[in-house]
């Protein structure tokens, strides 16, 4: 059986389509798809297939939907499994995946010289998309993120072919197709270098420099930034008129001083090539490798110069931090535990919890780490041993310590949660909030973000009533308070939203592809974006993005993508958490 994302949604069996039904059905199934091979609750479908607003048959509604889809692709495939089902899909089923595999094969190909294979590859992985990724679910937002990965794989997988057939040395064909891509991606450095490359080996000098300008002008205009190093040597080289730039084994050419320089300077935004081993490349002053990190690691950065000063081994998929005077705090989703990172010491101790920890707050001489289950650990931060565990509804989205009491927003079931920091007891504060995401303590409020209602909430911590209301007409996320103000992620506008907390005044600042963890220091505000595998530093007193730490995107044993997870700072230094799926 075949599962189709790549294009409008279908499923094959033996090459003739299957009725998966339409409407909810067909959704349902998208759903478990995206899902595959993990059990999904069902008050999860039900959230995402009516949006908050299932009828009170929705359970039995669901169920009936099951019973067809069994019929249609196979009841061995839907299972129940406590309380949710679950949808069981082999990889080589999925175009998505087939499609993933073949260009991460043309991309090491590519890397060992092969262009031909490599071009062969990429065509192929190309082939596999019949238009926009789940078309049929373009507007539903259970579907953003895996249209969003299987766009940027398309991207990637173009921008790998071009660097292909430019080795070939068909730069005059792929003039057009490499236009087109840089009139989509104005911001986007790869393709820009590729298409100055292509015109200058035509000839074309003038209109290389041209576009160089184009793309300056572009990137100045919209995030207020230059070129990376890299594509300001590259224009450089174009002016010199370097007869490297010529070659079409760049890549592969004899290892000589200046034909190193300028391999790096036209294929910098590609993987590199004779690094052997799980790594991350950060770069701080663009195109300047600074630091090889391996992915399940914590890597504190130097916010003076970008560079990273440590590495800390973490747990699993390190998910949030938290700092506090003596420690680095990880919560490590996939192994069930919480790392403890004495400062200036390269030993790291871990504390199973039991449950899968996604946030952290520090309070007194507590950690306390939230799992989406309901559990909220207690964690004595002079010990590292669990002193209490608390069980509650499941659903915690994020955790905020004040100076009486931890505060915890329960997406699921629409609440602010009051956990008493003496007695370990947990009180409903706040009812009937919109799917609220995030939550901060500062200027005498605990701020909530709504991102169902597009809103932010200031409440009064001691009568828990809604004090403020700031309606945004965007979709804030995460929060953080320092620095005199509020800030909040919107990974849907890629913003982050600057608020002042007495005026209400907002600041838009345009950062990179979807803000998903922020950190508040002294004189500096950090972003972590997990689509473009960024690292983002702004002005806290200013608003103004001073610097983009960019990361690879590649552990290159599994070929499993790598990317940032949580971020987290003491007001001076930062730390980043480093995952790898």
Request: proline share 4%; charged share 25%; no cysteine.
């Amino acid at each position: 059986m075949e599962f189709r994302l790549l294009g409008p949604f279908e499923v094959l069996e033996q090459g003739r389509e299957v009725d998966v039904g339409g409407g909810r059905q067909q959704a349902l199934l998208a759903l478990l798809l995206l899902r595959r091979n993990e059990v999904v609750p069902i008050d999860e479908l039900i959230e995402q297939l009516w949006d908050g607003a299932a009828p009170a048959s929705a359970r039995q509604v669901v169920h009936n939907y099951v019973l067809r889809l069994r019929k249609a692709v196979g009841a061995d495939r839907v299972e129940t499994q406590a309380g949710g089902y679950r949808l069981r899909v082999a990889p080589a089923e999925v175009d998505g995946e087939r499609a993933r595999l073949l260009v991460a094969e043309g991309r090491a190909a590519l890397e060992h010289g092969d262009a031909a294979r490599g071009e062969r590859l990429l065509t192929d992985a190309l082939e596999l998309w019949r238009g926009d990724p789940l078309g049929d679910f373009r507007y539903a937002e259970f579907a953003q993120a895996e249209i969003t990965s299987l766009e940027e794989r398309r991207l990637e997988a173009l921008e790998a072919l071009a660097e292909a057939r430019l080795a070939l040395g068909k730069h005059r064909e792929m003039i057009a197709d490499l236009r087109r891509l840089v009139s989509d991606n104005p911001l986007r450095e790869r393709p820009r270098a590729q298409l100055m490359l292509a015109l200058y080996r035509a000839g074309r000098q003038a209109d290389a420099l041209a576009v160089y300008r184009e793309g300056r002008q572009a990137l100045l205009d919209e995030v207020g930034l230059e070129p990376s190093q890299s594509l300001q040597e590259l224009e450089r080289a174009i002016l010199n008129q370097d007869p490297e730039l010529g070659r079409t084994d760049l890549r592969t050419s004899a290892p000589s001083r200046r034909r190193r320089r300028i391999a790096l300077i036209v294929f910098a935004l590609s993987a590199a090539a004779a690094i052997a081993g799980a790594i991350l490349l950060l770069t701080g002053s663009p195109g300047r490798a600074l630091s090889q990190v391996p992915p399940n690691s914590v890597v504190q950065v130097d916010p003076a110069s970008g560079r990273a000063r440590r590495v800390y081994k973490a747990g699993v998929t390190p998910v949030a931090l938290n700092v506090t005077r003596n420690a680095i705090w990880v919560a490590n989703f996939d192994d069930k535990t919480v790392s403890r990172i004495p400062r200036g010491h390269a030993s790291t101790t871990a504390v199973g919890i039991g449950s899968t920890p996604t946030g952290l707050a520090h309070a007194g001489d507590a950690i306390w780490a939230i799992s989406s289950f309901g559990q909220i650990d207690r964690v004595d931060t002079a010990t590292g041993e669990v002193a209490a565990v608390i069980h509650t509804a499941p659903g915690l989205s994020a955790a905020a310590a004040g100076s009486q009491a931890v505060w915890i927003t329960n997406k699921d079931a629409g609440t602010l949660l009051r956990l008493n920091r003496r007695t370990n007891s947990v009180a409903t504060a706040v009812r009937s909030l919109r799917d609220p995401s995030g939550v901060a303590v500062g200027a005498g409020y605990v701020w909530v973000a709504e991102a169902g209602a597009r809103r932010i909430d200031g409440i009064d911590p001691r009568s828990g009533r809604i004090a403020i209301r700031s309606a945004l007409r965007l979709t804030p996320d995460q929060l953080a308070f320092g620095a005199g103000a509020l800030w909040a992620t919107d990974p849907v506008d890629d913003l982050v939203i600057r608020i002042d907390p007495s005026s209400l005044r907002r600041q838009l600042i345009s950062v990179g592809r979807h803000p998903a963890a922020i950190a508040v220091g002294h004189h500096w505000t950090w972003i972590v974006n997990d689509l473009d595998h960024s690292l983002y530093e702004i002005d806290a007193a200013t608003g103004v993005v001073t610097r983009k730490i960019v990361l690879s995107v590649r552990d290159r044993v599994s070929r499993n993508p790598i990317t940032p997870g949580g971020v987290a700072t003491d007001g001076d230094d930062v730390w980043i958490s480093v995952q790898s799926y």
